[in-house]
């Protein structure tokens, strides 16, 4: 392919905002393309849902970063205890992951979530009892970010005074925008988050709980599942990767309805909607943009373009989930949409384990929030939202109002 690659402009609020416009001309150019993303990293990215579907099932295609034949991939990361962070099951592959992943999968099953229900939904009142008398919020800051936050911390057994510091250290972890992130900030966050995690570990192992942190110290001292760095490794990506896409799933629901006033109305008047809802802005404008990052093993062949060994390839679900060929009249939010499987939470080994309890969560917080705070409005103009800047998207502040002291109806 001898197209020059094409730059995803992170830097650009309006892209940040709106990038269905370039993705959509992406996938009508050609199945694959050769683009610069997030930090400056060239990638080869998959536009297609077919294309995208094989490639998530492609065991020539790696999660591990060490795949990876570009050096700035790497030189991302901590320097200090870098395969330590690598050490996790969302950059393994089998038979790795498949160990990692099933020390940790019973805690995500459908039924196992069920049963979090009434904690969730006592979270979710509790933040909204916050909220409610004062007629006007972020709903980011003040609602999305801290049910998912308190949620994962709960399940894990983290202190819930503790909450904010792992969620600022993450954040300066991953967040990408249109340069290389600073590799001192990165440093130093992974520094305070490695402290904190080993304090943690230490002190679980001398009070053990009812909880999974302390079933995977089990699985490590007793039974000898992991090592001390996948035991690190794995808490820090269940801490990260159990809050940062709901809140975006959350914020980014609440946003679309509110731009999209006619699907509101639809759902005040049919409560029994908010399932194929939640399904449909996961399709429309999900929380991973613009997709899932693999690296080819050898020379791969996608959709007639050979992708050489080393390459990046991101598989760019947000894209493919407005694939015409999948989905029709794509670009319509709509939330009575059949047939929806999209892929933000991924496809084949890698699916997202979280998604059930990313999906309720979503189900409990944008309906208890449309139902509790009646006349919900935006308290800015809309072109005033600010987005995330890449890799993962989702608005960095909701402000809205509401009529304070009510009761609203779904």
């Known amino acids: 392919m001898s197209e020059r690659p094409v730059l995803l402009p992170y830097a650009d609020q309006d892209f940040l905002a709106d990038p269905f416009p370039l993705y959509g001309k992406l996938r009508e150019d050609g199945p694959v393309r050769r683009v610069v993303v997030a930090g400056g990293l060239d990638a080869w990215l998959v536009t297609r849902y077919e294309d995208g579907l094989a490639a998530l099932s492609d065991p020539r295609l790696s999660s591990d970063v060490r795949d ?15 395969e330590s962070m690598l050490s996790n099951m969302l950059r393994s592959d089998p038979p790795d992951h498949t160990r990692l992943r099933r020390l940790v999968s019973k805690a995500f099953t459908a039924r196992r979530v069920a049963q979090m229900r009434p904690r969730i939904q006592a979270i979710t009142d509790g933040l909204l009892d916050g909220i409610v008398p004062a007629g006007r919020a972020d709903l980011v800051a003040d609602f999305a970010l801290p049910l998912p936050v308190t949620v994962i911390g709960e399940l894990l057994g983290v202190p819930v005074d503790d909450q904010h510091d792992f969620q600022r250290w993450t954040d300066r972890m991953i967040m990408r925008g249109a340069e290389p ?3 001192a900030v990165v440093n130093e966050a992974w520094q305070h988050m490695r402290a904190y995690v080993t304090d943690l570990i230490r002190a679980k192992r001398t009070h053990p709980g009812d909880d999974l942190l302390s079933g995977l110290i089990t699985a490590r001292d007793e039974e000898a599942r992991l090592s001390e760095d996948e035991l690190i490794a794995m808490v820090f990506l269940l801490l990260a990767a159990g809050y940062i896409t709901t809140v975006n799933l959350i914020s980014g629901g609440i946003a679309m309805l509110l731009a ?3 699907q509101l109305d639809l759902l005040r008047s049919d409560p029994e909607l908010l399932g194929s809802a939640v399904e449909e802005f996961l399709r429309y404008d999900g929380p991973v943009s613009p997709g899932i990052a693999r690296f080819a093993r050898e020379d ?14 991101l598989i760019a679900s947000a894209i493919a989930d407005r694939d015409p060929a999948r989905f029709p009249d794509p670009d319509r939010l709509d939330i009575t949409r059949p047939d929806n499987a999209h892929l933000a939470f991924g496809h084949g080994v890698h699916y997202c384990l979280g998604a059930p309890l990313a999906r309720l969560e979503g189900l409990i917080a944008i309906g208890t929030a449309l139902d509790r705070l009646p006349g919900l409005a935006l308290a800015v103009p809309p072109d005033e939202i600010r987005w995330r ?20 109806v779904l």
């Open 300 to 313: 791969v062949e996608i959709a007639g373009v050979t992708v050489p060994r080393g390459a990046t390839v």
């Open 260 to 262: 999209h006033p006619d």
């Open 389 to 408: 800047p890449g890799g993962l998207r989702g608005p960095l502040s909701l402000p809205v109002t509401f009529r304070s002291g009510g009761q609203g």
């Open 68 to 82: 990876a034949s570009d050096p700035r991939l790497l030189a991302q990361l901590p320097e200090t205890e870098r």
């Open 181 to 183: 992130p600073d590799p």
